[in-house]
Every structure is written in C-alpha cells, then in structure tokens.
T-cell receptor, first 109, second 115 residues
Framework: GENVEQHPSTLSVQEGDSAVIKCTYSDSASNYFPWYKQELGKGPQLIIDIRSNVGEKKDQRIAVTLNKTAKHFSLHITETQPEDSAVYFCAADDEKLTFGTGTRLTIIP | EAGVAQSPRYKIIEKRQSVAFWCNPISGHATLYWYQQILGQGPKLLIQFQNNGVVDDSQLPKDRFSAERLKGVDSTLKIQPAKLEDSAVYLC?????????????FGEGSRLTVL
C-alpha cells in the first residue's frame, strides 16, 4: 500500500515569513495529492490539492508543487499570519487516501 | 449549509466496555467515511460507504469494530469490546464524489478515551 512521509513534524516561523512542508510517497500510481489543515478540536479541512498532470498550483498565499519523478510534493505558505497556526496533513491517493503524520505549524507574532 | 455532525464529542469508557458514535453527513453526499486519528498521527481510514453499501472496510478491525449506514444517510460506528489502543479521535467525513479525488468534509470528531 501507499506510504506517505511528511517533514518536518514541527515548524515555527516568524509572522510574515514563508513556511514549507514536504511529503514523499511510495506508490507511483497515486495521482491526487491534497493538503488538509486541522485546527485544534476540529476536523481537517481541505486547503489545496494537486493532480498528477500538473506540476504546480497556487491559491493566494498557498501553493503546492509536485515532482512525480521523485515522488515528492510540497506545500508553500507565504506571508504567514497567526491564523495559519495549525496542523497540516499531506495525503496521496492510491485507491484510498493515505495521510502523512502531520506538521504542527506555529506562527510567531 | 450544515456541516458533518458527529456525536458524542467526548466519551470515556473502561476497557472491554462498548461505545457507539453517530454521524450525519452533509445533505446529498452519497459517500461517507470513518477515520481513526490517534494522537500525533494522520487520519487512518476505517470504512467507506457509498450510499448504504460498503466500498472499503479492509482496515476495519472487524473482531471489535462494526459500522452501518442505514437508508444511505446517517451512520454509526460501534466498538465492542474496547481496548486501550482504541483511544483516538473518530472522524466522520462525507463527499459528493465516490472516489478520493474530491474534497472530504470532516466533522469535528468524537474523542474516545479508554481507561
């Protein structure tokens, strides 16, 4: 089955700086890669996703890049704000979504 | 639009007892999922329903876990008997599309503590 590794497990950045979270996956058949944000006491919420026929996708301050050859994809958040503090999960689809272990992002005011 | 509703939010039981969780998905969403999220880990799929039929229950520990979705709407997840390692948040999610390439809408989860 699919195996998704996510790094780092924790990340602290100054408000206004950029944050990058990286994931690798094992199954070359995976073709859908979403990112979910989970705030304390809430369920995960989709923030951006990318499909295998696209190398990069951007939505305001959030972008995702995908390298299918190397089997890795990354989440980029620019101009970070305090409300970006949360746990972020990457996931890969090989008939079912396999989630990474999460990155706790803390934005320092 | 109302989101995915789950209850109870919190439950504390002793090992070997039973517990049930309820989920009401977003109206019109035919696909419903139950995930288990152990502290510090990502959600792990337990079971997927399409309407009231099971699509994938390969990771459901069937000796103690059961789930049903009667009439293709609400769903219940039951654990009997509970073990210490079942302590986790149980997340219900629903989606419009029948596969994983669409947005999953998660509820706030039911936190289970087994003593």
């Amino acid at each position: 089955g699919e195996n998704v590794e996510q790094h780092p497990s924790t990340l602290s950045v100054q408000e206004g700086d950029s944050a990058v979270i990286k994931c690798t996956y094992s199954d070359s058949a995976s073709n859908y890669f979403p990112w979910y944000k989970q705030e304390l006491g809430k369920g995960p919420q989709l923030i951006i996703d990318i499909r295998s026929n696209v190398g990069e996708k951007k939505d305001q301050r959030i972008a995702v890049t995908l390298n299918k050859t190397a089997k890795h994809f990354s989440l980029h958040i620019t101009e970070t704000q305090p409300e970006d503090s949360a746990v972020y999960f990457c996931a890969a689809d090989d008939e079912k979504l396999t989630f990474g272990t999460g990155t706790r992002l803390t934005i320092i005011p | 639009e109302a989101g995915v509703a789950q209850s109870p939010r919190y439950k504390i039981i002793e090992k070997r007892q039973s517990v049930a969780f309820w989920c009401n998905p977003i109206s019109g969403h035919a696909t419903l999922y139950w995930y288990q999220q152990i502290l510090g880990q990502g959600p792990k799929l337990l079971i997927q329903f399409q309407n009231n039929g099971v699509v994938d229950d390969s990771q459901l520990p069937k000796d103690r876990f059961s789930a049903e979705r009667l009439k293709g709407v609400d769903s219940t997840l039951k654990i009997q008997p509970a073990k210490l390692e079942d302590s986790a948040v149980y997340l219900c999610a629903s989606s419009l599309v029948p596969d994983y390439t669409g947005e999953l809408f998660f509820g706030e989860g039911s936190r289970l503590t087994v003593l």
